[in-house]
């Protein structure tokens, strides 16, 4: 059953997954280096404990993207998201000082069942920074996975990548309005 106050989350099985997520009223709790990093570096270390393959990934001061791979034996979505949430949460507000403070919204995961829509979807979240206007190019944002792409996916992938500017793709609920980190 669809709740009318939230996304309904398909991630209940093995396969890949497009996965947005949103802080609470796309308030910019991560505009900085020192928070970008350490969300950045919750972000892989909790996708690597899952045992997920990590396709693409941008953070940014309010929102993020990942496009995974989710195997037989890794971790739930909904599980690691949430443990995930509740880290950089944490971090957010030890930093700020705002203790028990709501950080994280909701998220959201979409299964991508076909080649062209999961390349689609990695580049889009490789040109995310470029099209918030942050950089001009995708590998000049540090927070998401556009520049160590062609160590991990091949030159072959990441040309493909790099080619394929996804200006047609809308994905729902991502109007972000995002601050460049002081």
Known sequence: ?????????????????MVTAATLHKQHFFASHRKLEIMSQLLLSRLQAAR????????????????????????????TIQELHSDAAIEANRIDGAPGRQVWHQYRDTELTHERSILARTAYVWHNAVRHGLVASAEQYRWCSAGWSEEVNGRYKASTLRSFVPTKLQIADDDFDVELPS
Do not use: C, E, Q
């Open 1 to 17: 059953m669809a709740w009318h106050h939230g996304p309904r989350h398909s991630a209940a099985h093995p396969g890949t997954y």
């Open 52 to 79: 997920w393959r990590l396709d693409a990934w941008a953070v940014f001061s309010n929102h993020y993207h990942i496009v995974v791979g989710v195997p037989p034996d890794g971790i739930a979505v909904s599980k």
